[in-house]
């Protein structure tokens, strides 16, 4: 029977009232399954998402988003083996469910483990550091990120019904707003298994994720500034959003992955025999087979230098020829048919055009003989590759997107001209480039990195470690200028910003140290009478203080330190050398020295509540500190961070020393452990 999908909206699966279209299996054309979403009030799943979803997820820190996010991907990671066998009607092979399925997983993983490393425990980020603004150091300034109140629309292409939701829906969760996501309804069944495990798992608040399974009805016409629309799929579609008036209107963010003309280079020397040319052509065939070539990040154009230009076209050819496509759950499978067959038709009236400028030099469109599948029903193409003679001159091959199996071989005779040609494409998701020069290395990634949202450069070293030029990574930037959208997605954090509203604030030290709970220059520094070292992280306060007494730096500490040490430059040896340093007047302290003589006057050194120091940031030496000199520290809980077990939290101190003159001659933030609980052992 075939299955009747629902939209998941205002926290209960909603059944279209009619208007229901099949959605039919790439491989046989047999319904897989009905979408529509006739009767769906979208207002009120925008007003859900912001009256619910959002101040649940404001609610809590950044830490408890991310944990949900962990707790997801684990949930879904043992429910996968359905998930692949739903995704076997899309077309997908077990090579495919690797970059969609479990590529969808680990970007929720990925981002909770950013979102536990990266943000604070906290509600909202304090950004860069604090700008001073006035002479008298009472009236400073700094950036704090907060999410909007909004809901993120998330539009997803047909291509990863669950890499592609995912990969959009981890960030703007964890940046705490709510997400109201469609996949195309070619593959909802799929999105809509995912989003079936999720609402069971039960572990996103109310509110947090609504589901669209069909079209977006009126959806688009109630939002606001406060919201995030994000869109993967073709450029005509991108512009229909782009231009929506409700859109323009009220500033909507909008975020758009789309078409993409995407290259690789292979650089003049990587000629037949290295290992440039194996790793090129090699990935070329991968890039044109993995989910039959519909991907966004698929190459598209494969430059080659002029004399390189047969023996890859013959090497290509002779790997496609090796490519059996056909049923996607035989294992002697390596390519699945397209999504459907109207995907195919596109695909070939795509080559059509392509092939006016290019001659078609393996593959025919419209043959395929499929193993195992039904020919005539299924949506099967064989691998074609094309070959355009004046690529320079040519216009259709750098803009025409043939979202299949397909790409065209473009000869180059210089450098420039290669970044003349990737430079048509009008701006790709990813290049890559293949070479084990230097030089050509950095012609090419300076010449054509404007035109990228990323660029991969491969050779022998990195071949083996290497994830691809098709895979787009959570810590890495996806996305890409002009003609692939101007979006920007993923990135690390710079994909949870996007969620995010900055906004500058601007008061006094001490006004503004207790909003961003982060001790700032100028604000109250109180030294308790118990040195902080003694306080467990709860009864540490921001801004906690010690004062030390000076220590006078001796000659005889320099040259123990030297010896003791070994570090025996002649800064701190020799006199003369020294002087005609231009930065010391003379023998001086080493930097090391400074920071264990600081540890050494405000450490309280009883065993007590802190545990272990993990490190410094941010360390300047900023005045030489010569013999006779006294240096003085001030330590100061500048933040406090709850660390992901409970029984400690993390403690960020600002270090400044001084000497007699009260100039600073060291600045740096000090990291450390620091129990929750004072327990007798340690007291
Ligand atoms: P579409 O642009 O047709 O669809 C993408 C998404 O937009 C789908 O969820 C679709 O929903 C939705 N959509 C379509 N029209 C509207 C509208 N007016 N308002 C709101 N949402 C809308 O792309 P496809 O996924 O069908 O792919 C078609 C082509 O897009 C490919 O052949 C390829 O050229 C390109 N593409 C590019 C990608 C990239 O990142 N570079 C990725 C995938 C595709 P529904 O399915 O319900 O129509």
Not at 229 to 249: I, K, M, Q, W, Y
Not at 486 to 503: A, C, D, K, N, S
Request: aromatic fraction near 8%.
């Amino acid at each position: 029977m075939t299955r009747i999908l629902e939209s998941y909206a205002l926290d209960r699966w909603f059944g279209a009232t009619g208007g229901f279209a099949d959605i039919p299996s790439a491989i046989d054309a047999h319904p897989v399954a009905r979408a529509s979403t006739q009767g769906l009030d979208f207002a009120a799943m925008v007003r859900h998402a912001r009256t619910v979803g959002g101040p649940a997820l404001r609610a809590l820190t950044f830490h408890q988003r991310a944990d949900m996010l962990k707790a997801l991907a684990a949930y879904l990671s043992t429910r996968k083996e359905a998930l692949y066998a739903l995704s076997v009607d899309t077309g997908a092979t077990k090579r495919d469910n690797f970059f969609d399925i479990d590529g969808g997983i680990g970007t929720l993983y990925a981002y909770a483990s950013r979102g536990r490393r990266e943000l604070p425990g906290e509600r909202f980020v304090v950004e860069g550091a604090p700008e001073s603004l006035s002479k008298g150091g009472t009236f400073v300034g700094g950036h704090v990120l907060t999410p909007l109140h909004g809901v993120a629309v998330h539009v997803n292409a047909f291509n990863f019904p669950c890499w592609g939701m995912l990969e959009k829906l981890a960030p703007a969760i964890l940046a705490g707003v709510p997400v109201i996501t469609k996949p195309a309804t070619v593959t909802s069944y799929v999105a809509e298994a995912v989003v079936r495990l999720i609402v069971e798992a039960k572990i996103l608040p109310p509110g947090a994720l609504q589901f669209v399974c069909g079209g977006t009805g009126d959806l688009i016409d109630h939002l606001t500034g406060q919201d995030v629309l994000s869109f993967t799929g073709s450029a005509e579609t991108a512009r229909v959003l782009r231009d929506h008036p409700a859109v323009a209107r009220n500033s909507v963010k909008f975020i758009a992955e789309q078409d993409s003309l995407n290259a690789a280079v292979l650089g003049p020397d990587a000629g037949e025999g290295t290992p440039e040319f194996d790793l090129f052509v090699k990935e070329v065939v991968r890039e044109m087979t993995v989910k039959a070539g519909q991907k966004c990040t698929a190459i598209r154009r494969i430059l080659v230098p002029r004399a390189q230009e047969s023996a890859v076209i013959a090497a290509l050819k002779a790997q496609l020829s090796g490519i059996a496509v056909g049923d996607p759950r035989r294992d002697d499978v390596r390519m699945g048919p397209l999504v459907g067959l109207g995907q195919r038709a596109a695909v070939r009236a795509a080559i059509a055009a392509i092939a006016a400028e290019a001659e078609i030099v393996h593959g025919d469109p419209e043959m395929v003989a499929p193993v195992g599948g039904d020919a005539a029903a299924g949506a099967f193409m064989a691998p074609v590759l094309l070959r355009c003679p004046a690529p320079l001159e040519a216009v259709a091959p750098h803009a025409v997107e043939a979202f299949g199996p397909v790409a065209t071989v473009m000869a180059y005779d210089s450098l420039d001209d290669a970044v003349t040609l990737v430079a048509k494409g009008e701006g790709s998701l990813v290049a890559s480039v293949f070479t084990y020069d230097a030089e050509v290395a950095e012609a090419l990634v300076f010449g054509i990195a404007a035109f990228h949202g990323r660029v991969l450069v491969v050779d022998r070293d990195c071949a083996k470690e290497s994830t691809g030029h098709g895979s787009p990574l959570p810590g890495l930037v996806h996305g890409g200028p002009g003609r692939a959208g101007g979006g920007e997605e993923m990135g690390g954090l710079r994909g949870v910003f996007h969620y995010l509203q900055r906004t500058a604030l601007q008061g006094s030290p001490a006004r503004l140290s207790a909003l961003t709970r982060t001790w700032l220059p100028g604000a109250p520094a109180p030294v308790p009478q118990e040195h902080p070292f003694r306080r467990d992280y709860d009864r540490l306060a921001i801004g906690d203080t010690v004062e030390t007494p000076a220590r006078t730096i001796t000659i005889e500490d320099i040259e123990h330190f030297a010896h003791f040490t070994g570090d025996t430059f002649y800064a701190h040896m020799d006199e003369a050398a020294a002087k005609a340093n231009p930065f010391f007047p003379g023998r001086v302290a080493h930097g090391y020295l400074i920071l264990s003589f600081a540890a050494g006057l405000f450490v309280d050194p009883a065993p007590g509540p802190l545990l272990a120091n993990y490190g410094l940031d941010n360390l300047r030496f900023l005045k030489p500190v010569s013999p006779g000199d006294a240096i003085r520290v001030r330590l100061t809980v500048k933040q406090k961070q709850p660390a992901r077990k409970a029984e400690y939290g993390e403690v960020r101190w600002d270090v400044e020393v001084f000497n007699q003159d009260g100039d600073t001659v060291a600045r740096y933030e000090l990291l450390t452990m620091s129990a929750r609980l004072t327990e007798p052992a340690l007291a």
